[in-house]
């Protein structure tokens, strides 16, 4: 779930974009499995135990950085749920 706070209509669909691309590669990164159902309408994203996405070169290298860049300081909560 993702909540993007004092973006207009036009820039949260931009951002969106941006972000879900680097959660998908960040997750590739450290050996996740991401599974699409009907064309990317739903998708999800497995990692391993043990391995995490919270690592600094994963946030640099998968692009997390260019969303807090593109937010400039409006704020995004990120809500993961572990099952």
Same mark, same amino acid.
């Given at each position: ?5 004092g973006? %207009? /209509? /036009? $820039?949260?669909?931009? +951002?969106? *974009?941006? !972000? ?6 960040? #997750?590739?990164?450290? *050996?996740?499995?991401?599974? *699409?159902? %009907?064309?990317? @309408?739903?998708? $999800?994203?497995?990692l =391993? =135990? ?7 070169? +994963?946030?640099?290298?998968? @692009?997390?950085?260019?969303?807090l860049? #593109?937010?400039? @300081?409006k704020?995004?909560?990120?809500c993961?749920? !572990? !099952?």
């Open positions: 779930m993702y909540m993007m706070i973006l %207009s /209509e /036009e $820039a949260r669909l931009k +951002t969106l *974009e941006i !972000f879900l691309k680097a959660l998908l590669k960040g #997750s590739v990164m450290n *050996e996740g499995l991401i599974l *699409e159902l %009907s064309n990317w @309408g739903c998708c $999800a994203v497995l =391993p =135990p043990g391995r995490k996405m919270d690592n600094p070169m +994963t946030a640099l290298q998968a @692009g997390l950085m260019r969303i860049m #593109s937010v400039k @300081g704020g995004v909560k990120v993961v749920f !572990f !099952f």
